[in-house]
């Protein structure tokens, strides 16, 4: 298994330092690659370059489907291997117009990533579970489309994420790391993984059941600097991955 990070996690460095301030701290805490939540401004060769200067791998990007045709340069110069739509929100679930303006979006999106053998998928928050839904099988079916399982979001739902992560098995492509506080964990700082409320040795054993390739750390607040937090949380997750 190798590991990430979700560069949504260090929006706030970059824009007060930049994207090489970014990239260089993740490789300088050891991780192998990102997962882009957009490009910085940044051409596509200016991005490859500063990828392999700091190698690291582009893993993965999210995109909402209809801007995937206008991110397909980026997709193709960074060698990325996923794309995972990031949010459809609940109005546009509960709309029969606005649901189905997103899978006639998702499914030309999945036809441009399918002849380039790019996984496409979707990452989810806590609504997709709102009043016993299952929001994230619907989309995942509707499009034949893989899940990225954000493990703090079903557990703020209030799901086992192991069990969760069963539950997906077979159209599982990856899997967001992100700890979760014991109390009120929607609105406090995520602790270094492995010190939270999930179960994260359970969550690294069945990735591995799974042959998931990669961790994707990511983190919404901190409880300490970011560098410290990268640098122990990657610490904890090779441990767990062993």
Not at 53 to 79: F, N, Q, T
Not at 95 to 113: F, M, R, T
Not at 220 to 234: R, T, V
């Amino acid at each position: 298994m190798q590991f990430g990070v979700q560069l949504y996690s260090l929006r706030a460095r970059a824009e007060r330092e930049g994207a090489e301030k970014v990239l260089s701290m993740v490789s300088a805490a050891g991780y192998d690659g990102v997962e882009f939540a957009g490009f910085y401004g940044k051409t596509p060769g200016e991005m490859k370059a500063l990828l392999e200067k700091y190698r690291l791998a582009g893993i993965s990007a999210h995109i909402r489907p209809e801007a995937v045709e206008e991110s397909l340069p980026y997709i193709d110069a960074l060698g990325i291997r996923y794309v995972f739509i990031p949010w459809v929100g609940p109005e546009e679930f509960d709309s029969p117009e606005k649901y189905a303006a997103v899978l006639a979006a998702g499914e030309k999106a999945k036809a441009l990533l399918d002849a380039r053998g790019v996984v496409f998928g979707y990452h989810n928050h806590a609504h997709e579970y709102a009043d016993g839904k299952d929001e994230i099988g619907r989309i995942t079916d509707a499009l034949g489309i893989r899940a990225e399982l954000d493990v703090f979001w079903a557990t703020v739902a209030g799901k086992d994420a192991v069990a969760e992560m069963k539950r997906l098995a077979g159209k599982l492509a990856l899997v967001h790391i992100k700890e979760a506080a014991e109390e009120d964990p929607a609105h406090s700082p995520q602790p270094v993984v492995g010190e939270g409320a999930v179960d994260m040795r359970g969550v690294f054993s069945e990735a591995k059941a799974q042959n998931i390739p990669w961790a994707i750390l990511e983190v919404e607040q901190y409880p300490c600097a970011e560098e410290e937090y990268l640098s122990a949380s990657l610490r904890a997750m090779r441990a767990l991955a062993r």
